[in-house]
């Protein structure tokens, strides 16, 4: 065990945590009507409480256990059987390694909350999280990070995909489901209302700007300089892509939104994932001034053209973005960088998890409908998820 890389593991673990709690719940609640926005933070909570206890009863084992399968890693570290405080993995103790990825386990679900608020029913949230997080998310993770088949050796050869902190393995198949459900729902009674919070949005962001720092600087498992070069382009992408999301709405529309630049971080963020561990600071400013502008495209595109209620844009910033990022890892070297990704790993690793993650998540959202209602009623969802389902109210503006 090596003190250093705990340290720094133990805090790349809080961070991320931070990351959804409180701030992907509170992003995502400053952009819902006033009438929703506790709805947004009850599903946001309770999917990392649920995600917590199915991956140390079966998350773990599946993405990162000791079976010699390529595509799954046994049942053999269900409730972390055979780990106890001197495990490790690696550097590290492998309680904390099952921590932080547990925090992963936990936002990657919960991403997919920003497609479906304002008209999705509770049960189905749960329901679908966890089957999903099994099903689909903890394969995917052993796929690329566990030693299974896309990695290095495996389908594509020496090299295999390149993915540093998840742009394929959180933020393609987030984004993927994300449309699937929001397509499942159809779109929302009240699609045009603005956000109920603005202010709120930038706190969120800003939090999640922060605990960024832990997702992709503590992927590195260790305290070292690739840690510390990790977190420094992350930083120089979501700065220069929340500029560009801004000057491209100057441009556009003759007004940049304190929104737009917030939701520009994000997607400078979620571009730089995958490649944050191969890049310099050059490529990060190029992705990110990228980011910036691809991402809004995308969500007009997406809105606009095939007018999908992907209700907070999972999509287009989220998996928009981390395809993005894992395709640059192949094209720098086109530019003289070096970043030890090939076309065919990653443009082939997108392909086949994005594959596997549409027919996973079409099915397991057939399957949960049958168990659950996946939409509220009409006058459910015109009164407001708050009220209707948790008896509750944001604002008491009588108290």
């Given at each position: 065990m090596n003190g250093a890389d705990t340290a720094w593991i133990i805090v790349a673990t809080a961070l991320v945590l931070f990351m959804t709690l409180p701030g992907l719940a509170l992003f995502?609640?400053?952009?819902?009507?006033?009438?929703?926005?506790?709805?947004?933070?009850?599903?946001?909570?309770?999917?990392?409480?649920?995600?917590?206890?199915?991956?140390?009863?079966?998350?773990?084992?599946?993405?990162?256990?000791?079976?010699?399968?390529?595509?799954?890693?046994?049942?053999?570290?269900?409730f972390l059987m055979g780990v106890d405080a001197d495990s490790l993995s690696g550097t590290l103790p492998e309680v904390l390694f099952?921590?932080?990825?547990?925090?992963?386990?936990?936002?990657?679900p919960a991403l997919i909350v920003g497609a479906y608020v304002e008209r999705i029913g509770f049960a189905f949230v749960l329901v679908f999280s966890g089957l999903w997080m099994l099903l689909c998310y903890a394969p995917v993770v052993h796929w690329i990070w566990g030693g299974g088949f896309l990695a290095d050796g495996g389908l594509f050869g020496e090299t295999g995909v390149k993915d540093f902190a998840g742009g394929i393995v959180v933020h393609e198949t987030a984004g993927i489901a994300a449309l699937v459900?929001?397509?499942?729902?159809?779109?929302?009674?009240?699609?045009?209302?603005?956000?109920?919070?603005?202010?709120?949005?930038?706190?969120?962001?800003?939090?999640?700007?922060?605990?960024?720092?832990?997702?992709?600087?503590?992927?590195?498992?260790?305290?070292?300089?690739?840690?510390?070069?990790a977190l420094t382009v992350t930083h120089i992408s979501a700065a220069t892509a929340s500029l560009s999301w801004a000057l491209w709405e100057k441009v556009k529309y003759g007004k940049a939104s304190m929104v737009g630049l917030v939701t520009g971080t994000i997607?400078?963020?979620?571009?730089?994932?995958?490649?944050?561990?191969?890049?310099?600071?050059?490529?990060?400013?190029?992705?990110?001034?990228?980011?910036?502008?691809?991402?809004?495209?995308?969500?007009?595109?997406?809105?606009?053209?095939?007018?999908?209620?992907?209700?907070?844009?999972?999509f287009a910033v989220h998996g928009v973005g981390g395809i993005f990022g894992t395709i640059m890892i192949a094209f720098f070297p086109l530019?003289?960088?070096?970043?030890?990704?090939?076309?065919?790993?990653?443009?082939?690793?997108?392909?086949?998890?994005?594959?596997?993650?549409?027919?996973?998540?079409?099915?397991?959202?057939?399957?949960t409908a049958v168990i659950t209602p996946i939409r509220v009623d009409e006058e459910t969802e015109v009164n407001g998820l708050d009220l209707s389902v948790h008896g509750e109210r944001a604002y008491d503006m009588n108290s």
């Open positions: 995502y609640g400053g952009l819902v009507r006033a009438r929703n926005v506790l709805s947004v933070f009850m599903q946001t909570y309770a999917i990392a409480c649920l995600m917590s206890i199915l991956w140390l009863m079966f998350g773990y084992s599946i993405a990162f256990g000791d079976g010699d399968s390529g595509y799954w890693g046994g049942l053999g570290k269900m099952f921590a932080f990825q547990m925090t992963f386990a936990i936002i990657t459900i929001a397509v499942a729902l159809g779109p929302r009674k009240h699609r045009t209302t603005p956000p109920h919070a603005p202010w709120m949005v930038m706190i969120g962001a800003a939090m999640l700007w922060v605990g960024w720092f832990g997702f992709n600087g503590g992927s590195q498992l260790a305290a070292d300089g690739g840690a510390a070069m997607a400078g963020l979620a571009s730089i994932t995958p490649a944050s561990g191969f890049v310099g600071p050059i490529e990060a400013l190029i992705i990110g001034a990228v980011a910036g502008i691809l991402c809004q495209e995308a969500v007009n595109v997406i809105r606009n053209i095939f007018n999908i209620d992907d209700t907070l844009d999972v530019l003289g960088f070096e970043t030890g990704g090939t076309w065919a790993a990653q443009l082939g690793g997108l392909a086949v998890v994005g594959v596997f993650t549409l027919i996973v998540t079409v099915v397991l959202v057939k399957i």
